[in-house]
């Protein structure tokens, strides 16, 4: 794991190290949206707005039509990337990259900073208004440390989403885009994600975005933003002392942030 | 209001148990006001718990006894129940509405609906509604997390129902707004009109047209709040065993003639054939067909389909489970996507579909057999399968247009008897009712379940050949023979009960797989664990039968006597198989001593159906007394 990402993001482990992934089958999707309620339900996050991706809707499956309406769907939430440009740009840290999948955002250490939301190249993570932190898919880290499934794979009526050692639900992915004539989605994207999809049309027709093979890609974070972490009071002095201690002693962690126009890291 | 004062505290004093949000909306149309009404307290909420019966106590409390179906008077009492909504169990999907039924005059209307609307009701903060009075003005109420208001339905009315829930929603502006409304069936007082919500689904049963005398097009929900549980893992533990009960439908049912296969025949030409052919599912393996399930539930019983062959390709439709829909048109002569074309209409209409086929079926069986020709049917011929000539009877039947739209809108009797000779001798009915359009005729435990019904509509059991493995501590019976009626009324009052049950707790009977190995149990555990109350159950059937008698009671009080239950049969309904594998069985040789022995079994007088003394002390009934049997 270590040597797999230097001293890049902070990283962690939960139970045995062996990577886990999700894989998302839009030939078995019948887009009940039952994946949807069950990540409300575990999370216990507010009952409706199911369309939009927010702090408290970390799935959406799209398009954003009643059940039954479109003929094709896809899921969309966090990939769980291997090499998480969120947990890259964090200045505290607060994004740990887990050996057996989880990309978890630490609530706790979260300043509000917002660099994560404009980096990450899917679009997938959201601010709480109440809290002001940012907020998104943890892969259910809470049940994949005890060795069980994230509860929106046990959900799944129609065993569209299943979950597993990365090694054999990539072989699994593999197998089914032969079966269905498709492709694998989220293998080489972003260097690489532990959430699979097998898709059969062009990304573009299932509403998720074509993203480059580069590891932690390039970020889009509006310069005015850092500029104001920077300048103003934003984040509070705590944040700014801790987002400064860590730059101290994790200087290499700078790289992301500040050199997004790098080549490959 | 009546009378019921005491059901609802000012300020509850016991804990609110798990499951429910706490509040019950009321509102009266006729003048516009609403208010909150508390949930009952223990032991009150305990004894009725949700559903269909603590909505039935709450009518009975406060309807008034010269009430009539489509007067101011009448009220829609709507509930759902503690496991609605909770997400971590199947089936946890129910809203029931209650009423004086339009069909009969004299008993409960009963309809319940599945899908996602009870689930957003309580996410809109509200355990149920109460309806009363009559709005002057085509309006719809909108509960926004928890904040209810009347608006004007003007712009959806004569709308069939899908547009007016995609017109309703688009004007709230709210995406994951739910919709719960009626078509032109209900605004036209079409006595079997339906409650249609979330596409799929129909609350069958006459709750559309009280909602239409109303003048109430729709309710529409949206919110975000959740119930509290009692034991969250527990609750999740339960949930799963239940959910391994379920047996799962697949796509491929879906091309099939649905259940008439299971019953073993379709209704054919108004119930004088019951033989399935190819051409009964012609086109159907054409098709692209989407399963469409409820909130939170895998057994997959709703689905879609986008007609992919014959005259109407590219039409799509929006079924649930039952296939009941199918029937009714197989029963008039149409065969394969002709037939889902039609379903389609008819739910969008908003008519319940065996009420039109049971009485368009005895019309046409005139024209066949000369009793009716083109110069008094205004032109239309009315020939078996002429998909144009039933697609106009759709619409002048739900805008009651012209004599035969009117006809068929009050329903087979009225039909029947407007034509005269022979005709009603043709007619299905039970009561002025019409079945869930199957041939249920070569089963004991089903025919007997269409007939007694609890001395309401919409009948709930059907009983089984072997008590389910879950009862088996109790029950030692079976396995009963199928042409043989002994044990038959025991095993569908049984079933009654367990069913009633699953629905008064705000869970689905068609996901209660009572004849699995915990089918039952896990069901009483996911209540348990969300209420925080300790049901067996014995305690479980008890509240079900409860709920059954709370049925009866209602139709006591308004002339509703036992004899009506076999007495007020369509003759056609009790004729001998005329083909296929039971030809010549008939429930009728055993009537009406299985209908006796039924009410009997259920603590009733077998000739009144009024519940005995010892039966309202055992269920807590008491204050029923003045309507008990006492000799």
Known sequence: MGQKYGALIPTGRLLDGRPRTILFDAAKCIGCRQCVQACKDWNDHPRTTLYELSSTNWITMEPPVLEGLSPIWARNSCMHCEFPMCAAVCPVEAITKYEEGPVVINQDTCIGCEYCIYACPWGVIAKNDITHKASKCTMCSDRVSENKSPFCVQACPVQALDFGFQDEISAKAKQRAEETGGYVYGEKEAGGSQLLYVLKEKEESYGVPAVGPQKYPRHRIPLVLMLKDLFTLRCGLAGKARALYLALIHPKRLIYRYWPWRKEG | ?631
């Open chain 2, 1 to 631: 209001m009546a009378n019921s004062a005491d059901i609802f505290p000012r300020e509850r004093k016991t804990r609110l148990p798990g499951g429910y949000m706490g509040r019950i909306l009321r509102v009266d149309l006729t003048t516009g006001s609403m208010r909150d009404e508390n949930l009952p307290e223990e032991p009150l909420l305990r004894k009725f718990i949700g559903g269909q019966a603590l909505a039935s106590y709450i009518l009975l409390r406060e309807l008034p006894l010269d009430a009539k179906p489509y007067g101011r008077e009448n009220k829609v009492v709507m509930m759902t129940g503690p496991i609605t909504g909770t997400g971590f169990t199947p089936g946890g999907t129910k809203v029931t509405a209650v009423y004086l039924s339009p069909l009969t005059n004299h008993t409960l209307g009963r309809g319940a609906a599945s899908g996602f609307w009870a689930v957003t009701l309580k996410a809109a903060g509200y355990d149920g509604v109460i309806i009363e009075g009559a709005a002057s003005n085509p309006t719809y109420l909108f509960i926004n997390e928890g904040k209810p208001e009347l608006r004007d339905a003007g712009r959806v009315w004569g709308k069939g129902a899908l547009e007016t829930e995609d017109l309703l929603r688009a004007e709230v502006g709210l995406k994951d707004a739910r919709v719960m409304c009626i078509g032109p069936a209900g605004e036209n007082l079409v006595h079997a009109a339906m409650l249609c919500n979330d596409y799929n689904h129909n609350a069958a049963h006459s709750g559309g047209a009280v909602f239409g005398s109303k003048k109430l097009k729709a309710i529409v929900v949206h919110g975000t709040a959740r119930p509290s549980l009692h034991d969250r893992e527990r609750l999740i533990e339960a949930g799963l065993r239940w959910r391994n009960t379920l047996v799962v439908r697949h796509e491929a049912e879906k091309r099939t003639a649905g259940h008439a296969v299971d019953l073993g025949g379709a209704p054919n030409f108004n119930f004088r054939s019951t033989v399935i052919e190819e051409s009964h599912i012609e086109g159907f393996d054409k098709n692209r067909v989407t399963l469409r399930p409820c909130f939170q539930c895998q057994r997959l019983c709703p689905w879609d389909v986008e007609l992919k062959a014959g005259k109407h390709s590219g039409t799509l439709g929006h079924f649930n489970a039952g296939s009941e829909w199918l029937d009714t048109f197989y029963n008039l002569g149409v065969r394969g996507n002709d037939a889902l074309y039609l379903a389609q209409r008819i739910n969008d209409l908003g008519i319940e579909c065996s009420h039109f086929s049971c009485g368009v079926g005895v019309a046409f069986e005139a024209w066949e057999k000369g009793l009716l020709n083109a110069e008094k049917t205004g032109g239309l011929k009315f020939e078996w399968g002429n998909v144009e000539v039933i697609d106009r009877l759709l619409d002048m039947a739900a805008r009651r247009e012209g004599y035969w739209g009117n006809l068929f809108a009050e329903g087979p009797v009225e039909v029947a008897e407007a034509i005269g000779g022979d005709a009603p001798k043709w007619i299905v009915h039970t009561k002025k009712g019409t079945p869930a359009l199957h041939d249920w005729r070569p089963h004991f435990g089903q025919m007997i379940r269409e007939i007694v019904a609890s001395g309401g509509m919409k009948p709930q059991g059907g009983g089984s050949v072997n008590p389910p493995p879950d009862l088996k501590y109790r029950e030692k019976w079976g396995p009963l023979d199928r042409d043989n009626p002994a044990g038959w009324p025991w095993s569908n009052a049984l079933s009654e009960q367990y069913r009633q049950f699953c629905g008064l707790i705000g869970g689905c009977w068609f996901a209660q797989m009572h004849m699995k190995p915990d089918g039952i149990k896990s069901i009483v555990d996911s209540f348990n664990a969300t209420t925080g109350w300790n049901f067996d159950i014995d305690q479980a059937l008890e509240a079900g039968h409860r709920s059954a008698m709370l049925q009866s009671i209602f139709g006591t009080q308004r002339g509703w006597i036992a004899e009506h239950d076999w007495k007020e049969v369509g003759p056609r309904f009790l004729e001998p198989l005329p083909d296929g594998k039971h030809k010549g069985f008939t429930i009728a040789k055993w009537l009406p001593d299985m209908v006796y022995e039924y009410h009997r079994l259920m603590g009733r007088h077998e000739k009144t159906g009024r519940p005995f003394m010892d039966t309202l002390k055992k269920l807590g009934l008491e204050e029923f007394e003045e309507w008990a049997q006492l000799d």
